[in-house]
Antibody, heavy 118, light 110 residues
Framework: QVQLQESGPGLVKPAETLSLTCTVS????????WSWIRQPPGKGLEWIAY???????NHNPSLKSRVTISVDTSKNQFSLKLKSVNTADTAVYYC????????????WGQGTLVTVSS | QSALTQPASVSGSPGQSITISCTGT?????????VSWYQQHPGKSPKVMIY???NRPSGVSNRFSGSKSGNTASLTISGLQAEDEADYYC??????????FGGGTKLTVL
């Protein structure tokens, strides 16, 4: 059974960098694509980026200049860095396995709330 | 990229059928058979209910079905049950090789 678990600080100051890690168990991170998605409180889902272990990545154009996504195959983890955050970046951040760029996200992690506040 | 367009809310009585629409453009929904649908209960992670327009993952009830016509995809839930009350989101592949979600639809079972 594939499981994903997000980890990272729950509070980030404005203008700083948000950093999250997703640990994958039950599957190799060298299979499939891996993605980050976020959901502001009370709002809808927003796709952030996906990556393949080879280094192939793609990003939401609205966030591209601030997003870095990377993989650590030795730890079966992938990570998200979002720089220059502001209050609009407050959201539940999910990691998910993604089926080769088709938009099928399955499964998802439980999500982690990141609040941007001074 | 713009979010796909979904109705903010739909409702139905137990046993009835409802349909949720997801409208995009020829650069996303209309151009590819890569539309997925997600169910999200309050405080929970989304769960895929339909992928590739009309395919159901193992374990998802056959009361859920998907289709597409032109630039609009649809999710139909038949034999509505109380447990179906949730938020539903569509997603699509785009011509920019990015992914986009719909704004979400709140389903109320009366």
């Amino acid at each position: 059974q594939v499981q994903l678990q997000e980890s990272g600080p729950g509070l980030v100051k404005p203008a700083e960098t948000l950093s999250l890690t997703c640990t994958v168990s039950g599957d190799s991170i060298t299979s499939y694509y891996w993605s980050w998605i976020r959901q502001p409180p009370g709002k809808g889902l927003e796709w952030i980026a996906y990556m393949f272990h080879s280094g192939k990545t793609n990003h939401n154009p609205s966030l591209k200049s601030r997003v870095t996504i990377s993989v650590d195959t030795s730890k079966n983890q992938f990570s998200l860095k979002l720089k220059s955050v502001n209050t609009a970046d407050t959201a539940v951040y999910y990691c998910a396995r993604e089926h080769y760029g088709t938009g099928r996200f399955d499964p998802w992690g439980q999500g982690t709330l990141v609040t941007v506040s001074s | 990229q713009s979010a796909l367009t979904q109705p903010a809310s739909v409702s139905g009585s137990p046993g009835q059928s409802i349909t949720i629409s997801c409208t995009g453009t020829s650069s996303d929904v209309g151009g590819y058979n890569y539309v997925s649908w997600y169910q999200q209960h309050p405080g929970k992670s989304p769960k895929v209910m339909i992928y590739d327009v009309s395919n159901r993952p193992s374990g998802v009830s056959n009361r859920f079905s998907g289709s597409k016509s032109g630039n609009t995809a649809s999710l139909t839930i038949s034999g509505l049950q109380a447990e179906d009350e949730a938020d539903y989101y569509c997603s699509s592949y785009t011509s920019s090789t990015t992914l986009v979600f719909g704004g979400g639809t709140k389903l109320t079972v009366l």
